[in-house]
């Protein structure tokens, strides 16, 4: 199925968002997620599934002002 | 000095310091240490798989122990704004969050009719809002009735070090929000810009890029703290009205070879 990851289309055989976390290798890393513009909690994520098409934002902290 | 209070949360210093553009992770960690600062503001990016760069970031700001504010730096529209801060809030284990909804790219204005709207969801979802927004009156009081009990109104535009452009307003604000905590932010370029604002009885300065892109960062953070002290002590004791003659400090009365003209 292919998807987009953070602005880039990925393919993957992951059928929810907890899977391609892991898949990404980013599953114990410190990250927040959002699936077509919307938050999706971490205790959501494994519940959440994956439809092509859909836009994944998952992001880390970083510098800022 | 007194103590600068934002959402009954007591802080120790009256500079929030971020943390981008510094020439490295090292200088970063010192420059917050020299400033003083209480909270530091962070945001939130792509993570790339590979790279993992917020991971080892969050390493450095979590030994430095301070209060984090994350921000929504980038946000064009209040829908952007809210996921952003929703993922914040969840990342950094707070409620508080910057709110920036943007209008353009140029001028890194801020979209205050996007911003009212946004700090309203985020308000009534439990969020504790700062909203970096203009010297604007009205967008002020929508952001006060929002529930915001801090606003954050520009001095110029992000990043040019311009200073206070529009210090007449940015008084007007004050007068108008006795009891609102004020933080200038943006826009200041030197310390004497930020005592600038503190003198005029803001109760605290939010600055990065005039840190981050010092020759020294940190002696310049050690700049701005005892500017953002010696404004706020100003104020706090009470400034001189401007006078349009001179008038001598040293006494009149018996100065030698003292005569009065015209005596007779």
């Known amino acids: 199925m292919q998807i987009v990851v953070n602005g880039e289309p990925l393919t993957t055989e992951a059928s929810d968002l907890g899977t391609l976390c892991a898949a990404l290798g980013l599953g114990d890393a410190k990250i927040a997620t959002a699936r077509n513009g919307a938050f999706v909690p971490a205790e959501a994520r494994g519940t959440t599934q994956l439809a092509a098409g859909d836009e994944i934002e998952i992001v880390a902290p970083r510098q800022g002002g | ?160 070090a311009r200073g206070l452009a529009n210090p007449h307003a940015l008084k007007s604000m004050r007068a108008y929000f006795p009891e609102t905590p004020l933080i200038l932010d943006a826009g200041i370029g030197a310390p004497s810009h930020a005592a600038e604002a503190m003198e005029l009885g803001f109760d605290g300065v939010l600055l990065n890029t005039a840190i981050a892109k010092a020759g020294d960062p940190v002696q310049m953070a050690q700049g701005f703290r005892k500017a953002i002290e010696a404004g706020r002590l100003a104020f706090e004791a009470g400034l001189m009205e401007p006078q349009e003659m001179a008038s001598p400090s040293t006494p009149v009365a018996g100065t030698p070879f003292f005569t009065i003209d015209n005596a007779s």
């Open chain 2, 1 to 160: 000095m007194t103590q600068l209070t934002l959402y009954d949360t007591p802080l120790s210093s009256r500079l929030l310091i971020g943390t981008a553009g510094y020439p490295s992770p090292e200088i970063l960690s010192r420059a917050v240490k020299a400033s003083g600062a209480a909270i530091v503001t962070v945001s939130l990016r792509r993570e790339s798989a590979r790279q993992r760069t917020g991971q080892g970031f969050w390493q450095l700001i979590e030994e430095l122990g301070l209060r984090v504010l994350p921000n929504t730096a980038g946000c064009h529209t209040p829908k952007e704004a809210i996921a952003t801060a929703q993922m914040a809030r969840e990342l950094f284990a707070t409620d508080w969050i910057k709110l920036e909804v943007i209008a353009n790219d140029d001028t890194l204005q801020p979209d205050l009719f996007g911003l009212v709207e946004a700090a309203k969801a985020l308000c009534a979802d439990g969020f504790k809002v700062l909203p970096y927004t203009t010297e604007d009156l009205s967008a002020a009081e929508q952001l006060v009735g929002a529930g915001c009990e801090v606003l954050m109104p520009w001095g110029s535009p992000i990043g040019s």
